[in-house]
């Protein structure tokens, strides 16, 4: 192709987490080969805004308002209006879709007007603990539908992959191309013994005592009622110094601020709500365990970020976290119900700082390799040809 390939990528908003990240960084670093324009909602009123990632990476989106989490019939079809008129002005050669709202108009309006390849991309899914048995069979329908109609599909794990093909039947085995997500983690991986005391120093943490973070929006389907009775039992059964802290904001925030208060009065100071943290590499340095207790996860972010600057995680088994994270290698996967294991492995790690020690290297070292965002580039690169070709 003597011109260059058009992409039109579209996300669903710009709040934080990984789909922003690999929006950014698929538009921002594709070779000169490529011409992509990326389009997307904004951040619901519960989430960070991040366009401050985009603006960080010299990346100009079009912002489409009515692209919105929820189903809004007259904002869908505006939406979707506005959608094909900038797909007719542009002429792409591929759409991109990133996550379920953008993949429905994005794909739909795609289809319609007759784009070359139309890809879509799941960075989660809604197919279970987010809605109720028919909305969630609603979903399947309609992702059934679009798959059938769509050039590829890309799951971001292999356990994923797996989900879409045979738990869920989206698409069949050999529609599906695996590409994990990439990051910008040198900045994580940067170890600065200043920066970690004046972070340390921020947040008044003694040399002594262990820092334990989860970082996620405060929504239901991140569960933090689990993290807390984790934090409320673990407490009482180890006699390590520990802080705890909940970074992030949402419209869970009213309920567990109110656990919050309750745990501190019995355990002074120990937990502390830090909102949304932009400086997230920076505020890492500080800690010394990552938490995660979702209901359902795509590629969580805050795993990966975690093991790159050197931080063991314990986490809740969803999504594709075992294929980011090596249980008992780089922290502990733990089944939902157990949850007196994920107290007991949380303790153990609280307790042996060897241990900490032993999984940040081998986690780092893991990611680092495996979750940049150069291979995210190189993988797709190789799609989006063999996709053309086709």
């Known amino acids: 192709m003597d011109r260059k390939i058009k992409i039109l990528r579209i996300i669903n908003r710009f709040n934080l987490g990984g789909p922003t ?10 070779s000169d080969e490529y011409e992509t324009l990326l389009i997307g909602g904004v951040h619901d009123e519960d989430e960070a805004d991040s366009l401050h990632i985009l603006e960080e990476y010299g990346v100009k989106p079009v912002i489409i308002p009515e692209i919105k989490r929820e ?43 007759n784009v070359p390849v139309v890809l879509h991309t799941f960075h989660g899914h809604v197919f279970h603990s987010y809605f109720g048995k028919i909305k969630t069979q609603v979903f399947k329908q309609i992702e059934r539908y679009l798959a059938r109609r769509t050039s590829g599909i890309i799951a971001i794990s292999p356990i994923q992959k797996e989900e879409l093909a045979n738990e869920f039947h989206i698409a069949s085995k050999d529609k599906i191309a695996v590409i994990p997500l990439g ?64 970074v992030g904001d949402g419209s869970e925030k009213a309920m567990i601020k109110h656990r919050v208060e309750k745990i501190n009065q019995q355990y002074p100071n120990v937990i ?57 290698a780089s922290g502990f996967v733990i089944k939902r119900e157990n949850i007196e294991t994920y107290i007991d492995k949380l303790r153990l790690l609280v307790d042996n700082s060897d ?9 780092q ?26």
């Not at 869908?76 to 002005?89: H, P, S, V, W």
């Not at 972070?199 to 040399?207: D, H, L, P, T």
């Not at 063991?312 to 088994?317: G, M, Q």
Request: charged share 25%; net charge positive; glycine share 6%.
């Open 355 to 363: 241990m900490r020690k032993e999984f940040a290297l081998y986690g």
């Open 272 to 328: 502390t709500m830090t909102s949304w943290i932009y400086d997230i590499a920076s505020f890492n340095q500080g800690v010394d365990i990552m938490c995660l207790t979702s209901l359902n996860e795509g590629t969580p972010v805050s795993v990966i970020e975690a093991q790159a600057a050197g931080i063991p995680v314990i986490t809740t088994d969803v999504g594709g976290v075992r294929d980011i994270l090596d249980d008992g």
């Open 21 to 30: 990240y690999n929006a950014t960084f698929l538009t921002r670093f594709m």
């Open 183 to 246: 990051f910008d983690l040198e900045r994580f991986a940067k170890h600065d013994e200043s920066i970690r005391r004046e972070i340390r120093a921020k947040y008044n943490i003694q040399e002594n005592e262990v820092a334990i973070a989860i970082v996620g929006r405060l929504a239901p389907i991140k569960d933090h009622g689990y993290f807390l009775d984790v934090i409320e039992a673990m407490l009482q059964s180890t006699h390590t110094p520990c802080r705890i802290f909940i």
């Open 71 to 113: 189903i809004n019939f007259k904002n869908d079809r505006i939406a979707l209006k506005k959608i094909k008129q900038i797909i007719r002005e542009f002429q792409p050669d591929i759409v991109h879709t990133h996550a379920s709202k953008a993949g429905f108009l994005g794909r739909y309006a795609a289809i319609q007007l």
């Open 365 to 390: 070292q893991k990611v680092l390799m495996n979750f940049g965002y150069k291979r995210l580039i190189s993988d797709m690169d190789k799609l989006y040809k063999s996709l053309l070709k086709k």
